[in-house]
C-alpha cells in the first residue's frame, strides 16, 4: 500500500531538544513512506548514545486520510554524564593520577534558575552537545583539556568541535611545555559516510635543562608554533559501537 508520511511526533524526551532527534529521521512529511526507514530512523537514534531505548511506530491512518500515516517516535533518556577518577604508575612516566568528567547531552546555554535545579541534573543538558574536562596531575607528567562539540551548528547538519590543553613533562635533562588548541569541522554523508577537516595549533618550549645538555639542544628551546591542517574520510558500516554484528 502507498502511503504518504504525515505528522512525525516525538515522547518521552524530557531533557533532550527534538531537533537532537530528528537529525536522525529519514521519515519526511509529505514524502512517500518508506518501510525501511523505521528500523534505520531507531538505529541512528540508538547510535547517538543517548537514549537507552527508541522506539518508531506507523500510527493508524486517518479515515478522511487513508494514504497518510503519522509517524510516533518514543525514546527513553538514559545517564549521559561521568565523572572517572584513576592512577597508574609507568617506569618512564612516573606516578600518574587522572580525573575526568564528561557529559555527552551537555546544553551550554542551559544555565540552572535554581541552585537545586543544577544539583537534580536539570540543566545543562539537552542539546547534544559533548562535553569533557581531563585533569592528569603526576610526578613527571602534568596534563588537563577541555573540549566541547555542537553537533548541528547554526541549525546545519555539520557538527564543530573545539579542543584546548596544556602537557608538561619532566625528562632527565630538560622540560617540556606544550599548549594547545584545535577546531574539527564535521558531518555525516549518508549513513556509512563521514567527513571531517581539523585544524590544531601548538606552541612548545623547552626549559630547565642541565649543566650537560648540548648546546644544539639548548638552541632549539623555542618557543616554537606547530600548526596541523587535516580532512578525514571515513567509510563504516558498523551497526552497533557496543555489540557490532
Not at 518508506?34 to 506507523?58: H, P, Q, Y
Not at 527513553?76 to 592512577?87: A, I, R
Not at 604508575?89 to 544555565?111: A, E, I, K, R
Not at 563521514?194 to 585544524?199: I, K, P
Amino acid at each position: 500500500e502507498v502511503a504518504d508520511v504525515g505528522l512525525v511526533r516525538i515522547a518521552g524526551n524530557t531533557l533532550t531538544k527534538d531537533k537532537i532527534i530528528r537529525v536522525n529521521v529519514g521519515l519526511i512529511p509529505g514524502r512517500r513512506f518508506d518501510a525501511r526507514e523505521i528500523e534505520d530512523t531507531k538505529d541512528r537514534i540508538m547510535a547517538s548514545g543517548l537514549f537507552k531505548d527508541a522506539r518508531v511506530t506507523v500510527q493508524e491512518p486517518d479515515p478522511s486520510q487513508e494514504r497518510v500515516r503519522d509517524v510516533l517516535i518514543e525514546v527513553k533518556e538514559q545517564n549521559t554524564g561521568s565523572v572517572n577518577f584513576g592512577v597508574g604508575f609507568g617506569s618512564d612516566s612516573g606516578v600518574l593520577g587522572n580525573v575526568s568528567l564528561t557529559q555527552n547531552n551537555f546544553d551550554l546555554f542551559d544555565v540552572p534558575e535554581t541552585f537545586g535545579e543544577f544539583v537534580r541534573g536539570r540543566s545543562f543538558r539537552g542539546a547534544g552537545q559533548k562535553f569533557a574536562i581531563n585533569f592528569q596531575p603526576g610526578t613527571e607528567i602534568f596534563a588537563y583539556d577541555i573540549s566541547l562539540t555542537e553537533p548541528q551548528i547554526f541549525g546545519t547538519p555539520w557538527a564543530l568541535g573545539q579542543a584546548a590543553g596544556v602537557f608538561r613533562r619532566t625528562y632527565d635533562s630538560y622540560t617540556e611545555e606544550r599548549s594547545s588548541a584545535g577546531t574539527t569541522l564535521s558531518r555525516r554523508l549518508g549513513d556509512v559516510w563521514y567527513v571531517s577537516f581539523r585544524f590544531d595549533a601548538s606552541r612548545v618550549e623547552l626549559s630547565d635543562f642541565s649543566t650537560t645538555e648540548p648546546v644544539e639542544v639548548i638552541n632549539d628551546q623555542g618557543p616554537d608554533t606547530l600548526l596541523a591542517l587535516g580532512m578525514t574520510l571515513t567509510r563504516t558500516t558498523i551497526d552497533s559501537m557496543d555489540r557490532p554484528t
